[in-house]
Nanobody, 123 residues
C-alpha cells in the first residue's frame, strides 16, 4: 500500500485547510485510516482515525469539534477537514492505515504511512 498526503500549507489562526490522502497498490485488507501529526521536538501524536467501511471515528481531545475525518470510497482517499485552526496545530501531518478491529491512537499500530505534509498556522 502506498499513501500520498497533500493539502498542507500556511494559514492564519481561525482558518481552514483540508488534507487528502490517496491510497494505491494493494489496499485490501487495510480497513482503518487515520491522521497523525508531529511538531518539531515532539513525538508523533494521534489526530483522528476512522473505520473505512463504517461510521466509527475517533479524535484527539485537542481537535474534537474542529477537525473531521472522512473518506471517498471510489477514490480510495480520505480527508482531514481542519477548521478553526490554532498555532498549536502547526506540525507535519501524516496519513496512516492499518488492518485491525478498531481505531488506534498508537503510531506503532499503523503499518502504512504517507510522506507527511506541512501545516503552519500563524497567529
Amino acid at each position: 500500500v502506498q499513501l500520498q498526503a497533500s493539502g498542507g500549507g500556511l494559514v492564519q489562526a481561525g482558518g481552514s485547510l483540508k488534507l487528502s490522502c490517496g491510497a494505491s497498490g494493494r489496499t485490501f485488507p487495510t480497513n482503518i485510516v487515520g491522521w497523525f501529526r508531529q511538531a518539531p521536538g515532539k513525538e508523533r501524536e494521534f489526530v483522528a482515525a476512522r473505520v473505512w467501511s463504517g461510521s466509527l471515528t475517533n479524535y484527539a481531545d485537542s481537535v474534537k469539534g474542529r477537525f473531521t475525518i472522512s473518506r471517498h470510497n471510489a477514490k480510495n482517499t480520505w480527508y482531514l477537514q481542519m477548521d478553526l485552526l490554532k498555532p498549536e496545530d502547526t506540525a507535519v501531518y501524516y496519513c496512516a492505515a492499518r488492518t485491525g478491529w478498531g481505531t488506534s491512537f498508537k503510531p506503532d499500530d499503523y503499518a502504512y504511512w504517507g510522506q507527511g505534509t506541512q501545516v503552519t498556522v500563524s497567529s
